[in-house]
């Protein structure tokens, strides 16, 4: 038999919950005894999965808009994590942490410009949290095509983690990783996760109710069951809110399981950095393009009705308003600011700079620019720029996820898309959302009959409302 190899990964995320207007994140509904969910999630599964030292015992990624919230209001727990991987790094070498695009975008349906940003802005930000580049990336719902992963591969990215069922072919062996070959001459390596035993995790409570009977009852028999080969990588992936929020006291179920029940039966534990250290991907494989992990109909979740919400007509018109949107912003910005700027898409880029606290909003202009900028020059470009980082975080793709527009996650895509907007007309005079206001209008809520240029009109409204008494 082979000598199998465990690895658990876990995607931590939560979308941004901020109000685009008070940066502040409103009372929620059913989040109790907490504020919001990004508070009551942290304290059943962030706080005790840090507390475990689960970060050094699994593979992870965590969302950066969760970081950036955690940083806020729980920096300890960061630094813990951060000094978890640092031990792994340290042991081995190598990381046990990936990354992961700024927002959470569905890359294939992000345009190559955005796409790029949104990796870029990845891997600053991991790179502020833990102190080295990053080998691998997380693709948001693991939604993938080959240029998602061709611009991984350009950025320097090694490899991604995929579910079984984004492998081309069906009976690949998929305790081994692969070489995908990509249009740009160049391969990254996909890790396709197990799907009966992540299945099980995620879905099945009596199978992570106790360490050690998982690893008899599931993990040994997977085992035995693998082709054969010198050594083999079993590797369950799930949603990291699973341990400890989605099922209670998964957290401490992790713990033992990775630091007692796997060796005690003669499985190491690893993960994939580390494995291809030692086992270098030498086989190539396909993938089926415009797939995921939570959706088996493509991905069409996240743009159109599909199996999953099959009256969600509302979805495909909101992508469309939002798509277009997005081209009248940036239609704007690259007008407004050529000749101002060296190159408007590289100060966008470097923006994450800003975001992150790196560099001051005046110095990042100062040295992109073109020429000498005067005090209101340099306002609009803080605008315009503002504008840019809405515009890309109103389409995290937790808008499309479920089944109503009245929502939150779509509603606050309608309020950063109406910030956006809000701040492009304070720069240059007009509203880029004028002419599409007739697509939003056929996305209409199953549940209140309320549609999504309602919604959208009311929210900048509110922006005007509250830019005009801060500016007063």
């Not at 031990?87 to 942490?97: E, I, W």
């Not at 799930?238 to 007692?260: A, K, N």
């Amino acid at each position: 038999m082979p000598k199998t190899h465990f690895c658990v990964h876990g995607h931590f995320y939560q979308p941004p919950r901020e109000d685009a207007f008070t940066g502040i994140i409103p009372q929620e509904f059913g989040a109790g005894p907490y504020g919001n969910w990004n508070e009551r999630i942290y304290h059943e599964c962030y706080l005790p999965n840090a507390r475990a030292g689960n970060f050094q015992k699994m593979s992870f990624n965590i969302g950066p808009t969760l970081f950036s919230w955690m940083e806020e209001f729980h920096p300890e727990t960061i630094a813990d994590i951060a000094a978890q991987e640092q031990v792994v790094m340290q042991r081995t070498g190598f990381s046990n942490a990936m990354a992961q695009p700024y927002f959470h975008l569905i890359m294939p349906l992000a345009s190559a410009r955005d796409r790029d940003t949104m990796i870029r802005w990845g891997l600053r930000e991991y790179e502020s949290r833990f102190g080295h580049s990053p080998q691998g990336m997380w693709l948001p719902e693991t939604a993938v095509d080959l240029p998602s992963l061709a611009a991984l591969a350009d950025h320097g990215i090694t490899y991604t983690i995929l579910a079984p069922w984004q492998a081309k072919d069906p009976n690949l062996d998929k305790n081994q990783p692969y070489r995908v070959a990509l249009p740009t001459q160049k391969t990254i390596t996909a890790f396709f996760y197990h799907g009966f035993l992540s299945g099980e995790i995620s879905f099945n409570p009596s199978a992570s109710d106790n360490a050690d009977k998982f690893v008899k009852n599931w993990l040994i028999p997977q085992s035995k069951s693998l082709q054969k080969a010198d050594a083999t990588l079993i590797l369950a992936a799930s949603d990291g809110e699973l341990y400890g929020h989605h099922q209670p006291y998964r957290d401490r179920f992790l713990s033992y399981l990775m630091d007692g029940a796997v060796e005690k039966a003669g499985i190491q534990h690893t993960f994939p950095a580390l494995w291809l250290s030692e086992h270098p991907a030498r086989q190539r494989a396909e993938i089926l393009e415009n797939t995921s992990w939570s959706c088996h109909h493509g991905i069409e979740r996240w743009r159109n009705v599909c199996g999953d919400a099959p009256n969600a007509t509302w979805k495909k018109p909101l992508r469309a308003f939002l798509n277009q949107l997005a081209e009248a912003i940036d239609s704007a910005y690259t007008a407004k600011l050529t000749g101002w700027i060296e190159d408007v898409w590289s100060l966008r880029d470097d923006y994450i700079e800003v975001i992150l606290g790196i560099t001051h909003v005046n110095d990042l202009i100062a040295r992109h620019a073109a020429q000498d900028l005067t005090s209101g020059q340099i306002a609009i470009v803080k605008l315009l720029l503002e504008a840019q980082y809405e515009r890309l975080r109103m389409f995290s793709s937790d808008a499309w996820f479920f089944y109503d527009l009245d929502r939150i996650e779509p509603l606050n895509a309608l309020k950063y898309a109406a910030h956006a907007t809000g701040l492009v007309e304070r720069a240059i005079g007009h509203d880029p959302a004028y002419a599409l206001i007739d697509i939003a209008a056929r996305a209409r809520s199953e549940i209140s009959s309320l549609t999504a240029d309602i919604m959208f009109l009311g929210f900048l409204k509110k922006f005007e409302i509250l830019f005009d008494q801060d500016t007063a």
